[in-house]
């Protein structure tokens, strides 16, 4: 009586697995595998040879928002302020921008990226105002990371979309006419 294993053997390359499995005899084992290779991943037709490794994004594809395209004084009525724990300051950025239900199409969007500087960027955007002047506006924060649960606001502003005046497409740190 001669008993029968699956050998599995995987191979790791750039992150990328391929793993083929064979029958093995234990009586005696076989000089080929009883089972034809398993890949598990695309080879781009090539068997045995792992795919290319992705490029990795740029750091002006990672780069966040630049906070010169923000007013500080637009945002003056989110009353947070330079210094201020992250904690207390996101608090206030949430309650300051929920959506108005009863006054026009109005939505939200908020965005967190991190950065390869260690900064991490808070991006409110809401549009669809129910205002004559101000059509979007844009709030951004940025924070210095203190501890591993804890940070610290280094700066912040805010930028908006006009329905009348020059340029009714573009984000501007004006107030609207």
Known sequence: MSLRFALISCIVSAGLIACRADTVNAASPPETPAAAPVDLLPTDGVPGVMPPKPPRPSLEENAGYDIADFDMDLARF?????GQKSVEAQNTIVNHFGINQDEGDESLKVEQKF???GLTQIIVTRTGLADDSVKAEQFLAIFKPLTLKTGQLQAYGMR??????????????????
């Open 115 to 117: 950065l390869p500087s």
């Open 78 to 82: 989110v009353k947070i302020y330079v």
């Open 160 to 177: 908006i979309k006009c329905y009348r005046g020059e340029s009714t497409k573009d984000w501007q740190t004006k107030p609207c006419p």
